[in-house]
Nanobody, 125 residues
Framework: QVQLRESGGGSVQAGDSLRLSCAAS????????MGWFRQPPGKEREFVAH????????QYADSVKGRFTISRDNPLGTMFLQMNSLKSEDTATYYC??????????????????WGQGTQVTVSS
């Protein structure tokens, strides 16, 4: 079992940057492919980015490609999401998730067995 805790959310202006962190405890982060998802107000949760166990393979949703960067530090036990050029439509609760059954991440929420509690990101235009 792994516990995930997100941090780094906040309220910013459009065009600003934020860096989200996802800290793993209970088991080594290196045992899991990881992903970031978000849930905008009044909408379904959606895929943002995922990263393989090694960190060599990443994928992004089209809506964040070129603005967001996913990364991980396995010895530190932490995954990151660097968010630049934020837009009002990026406003959401952001969740990290862990998949222990594959070396590679997925854009399918069902692939992930562990989820954090979420961190709120609010972008004002």
């Amino acid at each position: 079992q792994v516990q995930l805790r997100e941090s780094g959310g906040g309220s910013v202006q459009a065009g600003d940057s934020l860096r989200l962190s996802c800290a793993a405890s209970g088991r080594a982060l290196g045992a899991f492919a990881m992903g970031w998802f978000r849930q905008p107000p009044g909408k379904e949760r959606e895929f943002v980015a995922h990263i393989s166990v090694s960190g060599a393979t990443v994928q992004y949703a089209d809506s964040v490609k070129g603005r967001f960067t996913i990364s991980r530090d396995n010895p530190l036990g932490t995954m990151f999401l660097q968010m630049n050029s934020l837009k009002s439509e990026d406003t959401a609760t952001y969740y990290c998730a862990a998949n222990e059954h594959s070396q590679y991440g997925s854009d399918w929420q069902g692939a992930y067995g562990y989820w954090g509690q979420g961190t709120q990101v609010t972008v004002s235009s």
